[in-house]
């Protein structure tokens, strides 16, 4: 029956479309005749779109008639026409926005300069995207990537903001909001993000050979950009269990904008039955303020996590970043001071009701950086970066089956880096080269990493690269959940086996790309990688590494193909097409429980549609199709404390079927002069095959543990909003 319907609707919209009419423009600077980018355009009440950065805007499925056109930016005088639509051709019209102040500072205009770096396999996310998403439950920034090509939900629950890129680990990705990284982006194991989405500008994914200023991600770095607010608002919102307030507050130049969130009752549908309950709060901001010829920024951010029942966790977090500079040019210099915490405690109650395991991490991290940009001349441009950061960890862990066993580590150390990168642009080409010298904590010797990249220009319809990077990581995980090569690990005895002892881990990337233009607006992307890993942690007792007995000699590839055909606009549709074919094999963790990577896929097909219906109205779709991970062998589960009996026929089964997930969700928006609501229901899992009740296990130090497959049950998500 759900199906049935959710069919009927697309086929209503796609006839309902054929009535609607289509609005397109572009906004410019009266005075100075440049285009002017993130403008807000309303039609009547019943539509709302940005001009994007050459100050175009595009919107459809209007209802025919006479509307009232509004268009508004901070900085220019308001503009408003009337104007009569048509559903037999499309309206285009050309808005010139008067400056609100008669006499202007020279304004350089950036986007005639070459980029400071010519980044390769970079993946791009609106914020009107995100929230547009099906099966982002509750439009979660970092779930919405896990739709992106080349990325995939991380094994064991799909239900979490946990995602993996080309093969990796989610460990090895990076996570910065507004620069500054995070040391716990997602709530409850993955549950959700840290940074609410409203908050959230726009998402960049380098998945690959990425510019040198960024590094300690093996896989990949994503960066949050907050959102630029453009007129003073307040607003409430409800998502799946929690609530949230917020606002923004422009001021000229100046702004202000930040939500805080807490949940107010039991969030998962399907709890682990050792947790009872869990709860989440959070708060994040940014106040930008001119300071003279200067910028300043403060950032801040605050999660709190609480689970109870037999297993009992907690983890707080908190970052406060500042920043001073010149404005974003083809000449800039800034500078930034951040500190963040992370504490974490978890434990585990056995079945005689006493604490039988306990684990207590704290990570302190204090950063100084600075950038410099220099455009020498039209075509040439140059960046220089450095970091200087203190990491202080402590921890200990105890398990008590006999008598209490203490593993502490406490450990101060100081890292950094020294980054420096030229770009050279032409009319057929872009080349960019540079390097990075860096200095990673807990682990020996300073490494340096090169960086290479080159597009070219002249192709008409074809725009060919190709780009080679060296990145490297702090082979222990004390930034996201302590897990090595699938198994779960506390960093306390992996800090106290091999701090100071190991090489960072490193892993080399070649990437190839072709992006091509068809006719309609279609167009997309073809892509060739290969990552070469080294210095993996490596030890031979499946219980833990002891001290001196840890190396760092594990090794490993991967590999693959990537292709994506996508239409960014379009009156009927919008959306993209992607299929790929990889291969991740990485040794590392313990010798005797060797396994390729737990997250590899070896073909991987996604589909993401966007279909208007009527005005405001809009129903989007998401499937993704995958091949299973590979066999991983399931051995020594001899311990003394063996709480979960394995079946003998399911022990050393395949891991994880094919898996396969559509997801549909129905957003509705209602703009108005002064206030502004939405409503979304979002269908997860649809089709509900292959992805439950499929449970396999593992084995660690001689305890055997669950492993859940990824996957659903069909679960309508609703939230809703209103915007004053």
Excluded at 282 to 302: E, H, Q, Y
Excluded at 422 to 447: N, Q
Excluded at 538 to 546: K, L, Q, S, Y
Aim: hydrophobic letters at 35%; aromatic letters at 8%.
């Amino acid at each position: 029956m759900l199906r049935r319907s959710l069919i009927l609707v697309l086929l209503a919209g796609l006839w309902g479309q054929a009535h609607a009419a289509l609005l397109e423009g572009r906004v410019i600077d009266q005075e100075s005749k440049q285009p002017v980018g993130i403008a807000a355009v309303f039609v009547g009440t019943i539509a709302r779109t940005e001009t994007d950065a050459s100050g175009q805007f595009r919107l459809d499925g209007l209802p025919p008639g006479e509307q009232i056109l509004r268009v508004e930016h901070v900085g220019f005088e308001p503009w408003k026409r009337t104007i009569v639509l048509s559903d037999e051709r499309s309206l285009k019209i050309s808005v010139r926005l008067q400056a609100r102040i008669a006499t202007l500072e020279p304004v350089d205009v950036t986007s005639a300069r070459p980029d400071p770096s010519v980044p390769q396999s970079k993946r791009t996310l609106t914020g009107v995207t995100i929230r547009r998403s099906a099966g982002t439950v509750a439009t979660d920034p970092l779930r919405a990537i896990q739709s992106l090509p080349g990325v995939a939900a991380a094994a064991g629950d799909d239900f979490s903001d946990r995602y993996v890129v080309r093969g990796g680990e989610p460990e090895e990705n990076l996570v910065l909001f507004d620069g500054f990284p995070l040391l716990q982006p997602i709530h409850l194991e993955g549950f959700t993000s840290v940074v609410y989405d409203d908050l959230i500008g726009g998402i960049e994914l380098y998945p690959g050979a990425l510019p040198p200023r960024f590094g300690n991600a093996l896989s990949s770095v994503t960066l949050l950009s907050p959102a630029q607010p453009k007129r003073m608002r307040a607003y409430f919102r409800y998502d799946l269990g929690s609530v949230a307030l917020g606002g923004e507050i422009p001021r000229g130049e100046a702004s202000v904008l930040g939500a805080g969130r807490m949940s107010f009752y039991n969030l998962l549908l399907q709890r682990p039955p050792d947790v009872e309950d869990r709860s989440f709060q959070d708060f994040s901001a940014k106040a930008t303020r001119p300071v003279g010829a200067l910028v300043g920024s403060v950032t801040a951010v605050a999660s709190r996590d609480r689970e109870t029942g037999n297993l009992d966790r907690s983890a707080d977090s908190y970052l406060l970043g500042v920043r001073l500079g010149s404005k974003p040019g083809p000449r800039m210099a800034r500078v930034g001071l951040s500190l963040s915490e992370r504490d974490r405690s978890t434990s585990f109650r056995g079945p005689d009701d006493r604490v039988s395991e306990e684990t207590v991490a704290e990570l302190r991290r204090a950063l100084a950086s600075c950038e410099i940009v220099w455009g020498f001349s039209s075509s040439f441009q140059t960046r220089l970066d450095a970091e200087v950061s203190r990491d202080r960890f402590s921890g200990k862990s105890f398990i008590a089956v006999q008598d209490r066993v203490p593993d502490l580590a406490l450990a101060k150390d100081e890292g950094g880096f020294v980054s420096a990168e030229g770009t050279w642009s032409a009319r057929a080409f872009a080349v960019s080269a540079g390097g990075r010298l860096e200095r990673i904590p807990f682990t020996k010797g300073r490494k340096g990493s090169p960086y290479a990249s080159l597009r070219f220009r002249g192709l008409k319809r074809v725009t060919p690269g190709v780009g080679w990077r060296i990145v490297r990581q702090s082979p222990f995980p004390l930034y996201d959940n302590p897990v090595v090569a699938g198994l779960p690990l506390e960093p306390t005895s992996l800090l106290k086996a091999g701090k100071g002892e190991l090489p960072p881990s490193a892993a080399e990337h070649l990437s190839a790309s072709c992006e091509f233009e068809l006719l309609y607006g279609f167009g997309g992307a073809v892509e060739i990688y290969r990552k070469l890993y080294g210095s993996l942690a490596r030890w031979d007792d499946p219980a833990g590494p002891a001290p001196g007995q840890i190396h760092g000699d594990g090794k490993g590839k991967g590999e693959g193909i990537e292709m994506t055909l996508r239409r960014p606009a379009g009156r009927y549709a919008t959306g993209w097409v992607s299929y790929s074919i990889s291969r991740t094999r990485k040794k590392e963790g313990p010798s005797k429980a060797l396994r390729p990577s737990d997250h590899d896929r070896p073909r991987m097909g996604q589909l993401a549609l966007e279909v208007p219906i009527t005005s405001g109205t809009i129903i989007s779709a998401s499937y993704r199709i995958s091949s299973g991970r590979p066999y991983t062998p399931v051995v020594g589960c001899e311990g003394p404390y063996n709480l979960i009996k394995i079946p003998a026929d399911e022990a050393n089964g395949e891991r994880l079927p094919d898996y396969r997930r559509l997801d549909v969700k129905l957003e509705h928006r209602v703009y108005g002069d002064r206030r502004d609501a939405f409503f979304y229901l979002d269908v997860l899992n649809v089709l509900n095959r292959h992805n439950l009740d499929d449970v396999a296990y593992g084995c660690f130090g001689g305890r055997p543990y669950r492993i859940y497959s990824q996957g659903v049950r069909i679960t309508p998500v609703a939230g809703f909003g209103v915007y004053f």
